[in-house]
């Protein structure tokens, strides 16, 4: 939900005014007077906090986004496990590909993120791998997950998945939708569920056979997109409905489970507000939520189709930008390499025998069962009829 009577002035010219760029890309600084001292309403210790956080990313991005990029590039699943539990890394079940699942709703823009990611990461060029605009009415409809390898390698060992947007009001099966994502594993142009279908109706057609032949992936680690603007013009209003959606996707149980952490927490759509407003909803979110405002929390202005011109704004001159998407991402795997169970061992395997073997006989005894009650049965009828 957008303000309806925002009408933002158009921005200046950055080529008549090289100002505008360094406010656009640092735009919390606009929060201080020009001699560095505080603006006159006096910022909460959680926009403090916010604004502290902002600036440690403006300061390492200029030195660290290379860096960062250069270990993502390298990145091999594992790469970041360290010792808990007092096993090994040999005797730990590390997948060969780690899978980042990007959750939201319709019209966050999980698609520009991948997008944003293709760019800053894949260093060649923007492509719209995905989709960013979609007709009226058809926004944020993505019909099937999709795998993306952002870094364009063979050899590195991760991927993101791009999912369909939720509904607000169909969180009972979006959130069942989502539990077995996290269950069952995901598949690259695995069908999503329409608005409209039934969440315990299983998929069906050529799409769901072809989708089949994909590798299932385990889900390692979530990245929740959520649009910042539209909350924050919601809870204005008096609209709780997003925030509660987000809430219950957040601490979604099957999340817990299968990843053993929070997810990290992506605000979109960021720059459509002020200054203030963006601060301001981005603690709102994060207090609603029952989370740090600047731990796992990232506010990173999407790509859209603007061509590589758009591109090539982001990746060279808001360094800031790029860097806390990389960021996000790199906490992703880190994670993920913390998440990891151990190898089951050959006691766990017996057991696994064992039960199965246990539950074969029961069926087989419950047959036997069974059958002999049926001809006992027929031998007493056939007794009564002579």
Known sequence: MRNPTASPSPPPSEADDPDAAFSRFYWWRS???PDGSEAPSTPTPSRLRVVKELERLALVAHESLDELRHRLLGYR???LWFPAGGISRQETDIP????VLLLGFAGTGKSSLVNLMYSVLGR???VPFAQTSSPAGRQGRTEFLEEHNVLRSMHNGFC?????GLDYDRMEDGLEEVSEWMDEGVRHRQPCRGAGSSARVPLTGSAAKAAKRFVQRCVNCVMLVLSLSEIYWSYTAGDFRPLEAARE???APSIKNNCNDNPILVLTHGDELTTEQRIDGRVKICEYLGISETTGVYDIMCLHEQGSHGALVIDEMDPVNAYALTEALYRALLIADRSHPPKPNVKDWLLLILSWSMCSLSAFFAFLAYFCSKLAKAHKDHHKLR
């Open 96 to 99: 060969p590909v780690i899978t």
């Open 31 to 33: 929060l201080q007077d």
């Open 77 to 79: 699943a594992g790469d």
């Open 160 to 164: 993101v998945f791009d999912s369909r």
């Open 249 to 251: 996707l957040f601490h």
């Open 124 to 126: 060649s060029g923007f």
